[in-house]
């Protein structure tokens, strides 16, 4: 069982940056592949991010490619969104989700795959 607690989210000009942070409990978190996932009003929820267990592989959706860096940091159970040259097309909430992988190599980037979710993070960006 994992918890995962997002926060960094709020509101950001647009070609701001935020950092957002997820928090995991339990002392298995590398074994997690991780991701971050949006939902905006009236839309689903779609994939932004992943990262394998070790953090070696990454995987971005084209909207946020080459603005938006996941990484993370085993020693202290947490998977971070660094997201530069904001715009307002990416206002939504912010998801992280983990699968369990036992130490797989894959990232996963189809929401069903994932075993558990945060409670997410708004992020605004004005124009």
């Known amino acids: 069982q994992v918890q995962l607690v997002e926060s960094g989210g709020g509101l950001v000009q647009a070609g701001g940056s935020l950092r957002l942070s997820c928090a995991a409990s339990?002392?298995?978190?590398?074994?997690?592949?991780m991701g971050w996932f949006r939902q905006a009003p009236g839309k689903e929820r779609e994939f932004v991010a992943a990262?394998?267990?070790?953090?070696?592989?990454?995987y971005y959706a084209d909207s946020v490619k080459g603005r938006f860096t996941i990484s993370r940091d085993n020693a202290k159970n947490t998977v971070y969104l660094q997201m530069d040259s904001l715009k307002p097309e990416d206002t939504a909430v912010y998801y992280c989700a983990a699968k369990l992988t036992l130490y797989g190599g894959r990232y996963y980037y189809e929401p069903d795959e994932y075993d558990y979710w945060g409670q997410g993070t708004q992020v605004t960006v004005s124009s």
């Open positions: 990262i394998n267990w070790s953090g070696i592989s990454t």
């Open positions: 339990g002392r298995t978190f590398g074994s997690y592949a």
